[in-house]
């Protein structure tokens, strides 16, 4: 069945510090990756997608992901965080009309 | 571009009555719409799929008879909550696919229904 992993549910790092989001993804074929952000309350912030080409994706805020076929992983990294990522992230992957999310990871960030 | 907004953005309701949430793309056209439930601190669940004139795919375990949802035009798609209960207390957020580009999904805002 096709699945979306995050193993982390939360995670607290410190302001300025550098982060990784980890994602895994089970599908057939390669599906489309997503990164979405969302703070409490509100709806979804596309951060950034990976359709193909170059496996680096640069996004909004800072972010960018790495996606990586041999460990069917699209994790997202942050180098220096701020008080205001604080928030929920969701991994999602797209497979024709189907798009499922990750479990989410929830971010801390300590001052 | 390519925003999709809900409405309402809350709703409170007493216990079996029904409530409608719509959701429209206002700037390109949506073939496909897709309904999504977030519980609190949960993730998102799809619960069906609609296409524009024609009745819409569920999700195993989501109830048609009681989450009724209508894609009357490529602009707008509806989720009636029939006969609602408390459990259906939740964060309702719709999506729209832009036609002829299936890579592409974009989300609305969301809405938060309470059943009292």
């Known amino acids: 069945a096709q699945s979306v992993t995050q193993p982390d549910i939360h995670i607290t790092v410190s302001e300025g510090a550098s982060l990784e989001l980890r994602c895994n993804y089970s599908?057939?074929?390669?599906?489309?990756l997503f990164w979405y952000v969302q703070s409490p309350g509100q709806g979804l912030q596309l951060l950034l997608k990976?359709?193909?080409?170059?496996?680096l994706v640069q996004g909004i805020k800072g972010f960018e992901a790495e996606f990586k076929r041999s460990q069917s992983s699209f994790n997202l990294r942050k180098p220096s965080v701020h008080w205001s990522d604080a928030a929920e992230y969701f991994c999602?992957?797209?497979?024709?009309?189907?798009?499922?999310f990750g479990a989410g990871t929830r971010l801390t960030v300590k001052p | 571009g390519a925003v999709v907004s809900q409405h309402p953005s809350r709703v409170i309701c007493k216990s079996g009555t029904s409530v409608k949430i719509e959701c429209r793309s206002l700037d390109f056209q949506a073939t496909t719409m897709f309904w999504y439930r977030q519980f609190p601190k949960q993730s998102l669940m799809l619960m069906a799929t609609s296409n524009e004139g024609s009745k819409a795919t569920y999700e195993q375990g989501v109830e048609k008879d009681k989450f009724l949802i209508n894609h009357a035009s490529l602009t707008l798609s509806t989720l009636t909550v029939t006969s609602a209960h408390p459990e259906d207390s939740s964060f309702y957020i719709c999506s729209a696919g832009l036609a002829g580009v299936p890579s592409e999904q974009y989300f609305g805002p969301g809405t938060r229904l309470t059943v009292t």
């Open positions: 999602a992957a797209k497979n024709n009309n189907d798009m499922r």
């Open positions: 599908y057939g074929a390669t599906p489309y």
């Open positions: 990976y359709f193909s080409g170059d496996t």
